[in-house]
């Protein structure tokens, strides 16, 4: 484990040199969600993304479970505490919706320019995920995003809830379907279009 406040932030993984921008760190977040790309899709721009040198060549690189487990590395290394119950399935942040908030927050809180900053992605992500609460658009808003509407609140409450969320809530992943669910709604899309060429 990383100790910020003792070690140097690391630059290489089991010795393959990695790019660790915190730009490269939010290109990947966009690029994992993007509904658009396949999974090797999403893997192989990572791959460039982390391991791409100036001359805009492939360093050598781990590959296969090695390469998953370097990324999730990169991704997720610098997150310390335990975590709660079920993996969490909710996206709560976009960085291209929330690119302002979080502007504007590491200027006033931190008197940092995102747009000029250099930074490694575990010290922007800690700088992230802990600014004060009370201060931070950005905080607030994912607050907004996790509040859970329950039977214990008042109308009102729920009616300010629900507001608030349709401002602020995430489009969610779509629903993944096995190989063999797929097959058959491909059959079933077949037989309709079959009886409505039937029908004409």
Request: proline share 2%; with cysteine.
């Amino acid at each position: 484990m990383n100790n910020i406040l003792l070690d140097p932030l690391p630059h290489e993984w089991n010795g393959y040199q990695v790019n660790t921008s915190f730009r490269i760190g939010i290109q990947a977040f966009l690029v994992r969600d993007d509904k658009e790309l396949a999974d090797w899709e999403k893997t192989n721009v990572i791959l460039y993304l982390l391991f791409e040198d100036d001359d805009g060549n492939l360093r050598e690189h781990p590959v296969g479970t090695d390469l998953e487990s370097c990324i999730n590395w990169f991704l997720n290394g610098w997150y310390h505490d335990r975590q709660s119950g079920g993996r969490q399935e909710k996206r709560l942040i976009d960085y291209d919706i929330d690119q302002y908030r979080i502007f504007a927050d590491f200027m006033q809180i931190y008197a940092i320019n995102l747009n000029t900053a250099d930074m490694h992605f575990w010290e922007f992500m800690g700088l992230l995920w802990n600014m004060p609460y009370k201060y931070s658009s950005f905080l607030q808003v994912i607050e907004i995003r996790k509040k859970a509407i329950t039977g214990k609140m008042g109308q009102e409450e729920k009616k300010m809830i629900r507001e608030a969320k349709n401002v602020y809530e995430l489009e969610q992943p779509g629903q993944e379907y096995s190989q063999e669910e797929k097959d058959k709604i491909d059959a079933y899309d077949r037989m309709m279009a079959r009886m409505k060429h039937k029908e004409q």
